[in-house]
């Protein structure tokens, strides 16, 4: 089993609208969730941390649910500049271990 | 620009030459990694350096060595690749992890590689 699952999409919005990606992950001792960006043929670059109480940051909210086991992100009133394939992480619980979803892509159409 | 700096930013190699990918922070994190991203895939956790000392290898070939001489550089040499070894290789940095959970990684822009 993987240790963290993404839904790779493609996710095509138009703009403006509001979309919601979801995250698993396998190993209830999973200490850090995060959301990264991944431009085409560049770097992925962190655009969250996800807490356990959840937050915001702008247009884009980050939840996390431990029972289930699993994050979302959700962006709102999305911009063209949002297209860009958004990676979920997982911490483990010991170790230097970064576990990576496959990515899921967002297109916003104009 | 980032605050990690890899080199080169694009290589095309022949399988029997032997090249050397460099990676450079200067963010004063004492972790530092290399991973593989191929078309479609998660990104490939190859080598974790803690502390200039290497503490996780992820069964990876031994046709890639890596080298973390300080804390500040990691290399990554490259012998008789194949060209399935064609892939984004991407060097990351955090700071050491214990003490800092809500830190990810900050990564490099990358090196392409194509193994030919």
């Known amino acids: 089993r993987k240790e963290v699952e993404q839904d790779p999409g493609p996710f095509n919005v138009p703009e403006g609208a509001t979309v919601a990606f979801n995250c698993t992950y396998s190993?209830?001792?999973?200490?850090?969730f995060f959301w990264y960006r991944q431009d085409c043929r560049k770097e992925p670059k962190l655009l969250m941390s996800?807490?356990?109480s959840g937050n915001e940051d702008g247009r884009f909210t980050a939840q996390l649910n431990r029972a289930s086991q699993y994050i979302s992100l959700l962006i709102r009133d999305s911009k063209l500049s949002d297209s860009a394939t958004y990676l979920c992480v997982v911490k483990g619980y010991t170790g230097n271990q970064f576990y990576f979803g496959t990515g899921t892509s967002l297109t916003v159409i104009p | 620009e980032t605050g990690v700096t890899q080199t080169p930013r694009h290589l095309v190699m022949g399988m029997t030459n032997k090249k050397s990918l460099k990676c450079e922070q200067h963010l004063g994190h004492n972790a530092m990694y290399w991973y593989k991203q191929s078309a479609k895939k998660p990104l490939e956790l190859m080598f974790v350096y803690s502390l200039e000392e290497r503490v996780e290898n992820n069964s990876v070939p031994s046709r890639f060595s890596p080298e973390c001489p300080n804390s500040s550089h990691l290399f990554l040499h490259l012998h008789t690749l194949q060209p399935e070894d064609s892939a984004l290789y991407l060097c990351?940095?955090?700071?050491?992890?214990?003490?800092?959970?809500?830190?990810?990684?900050?990564f490099g822009s990358g090196t392409r590689l194509t193994v030919v």
């Open positions: 990351a940095s955090s700071p050491l992890l214990a003490g800092s959970p809500l830190y990810g990684y900050t």
């Open positions: 996800v807490y356990s």
């Open positions: 190993n209830s001792a999973s200490q850090s």
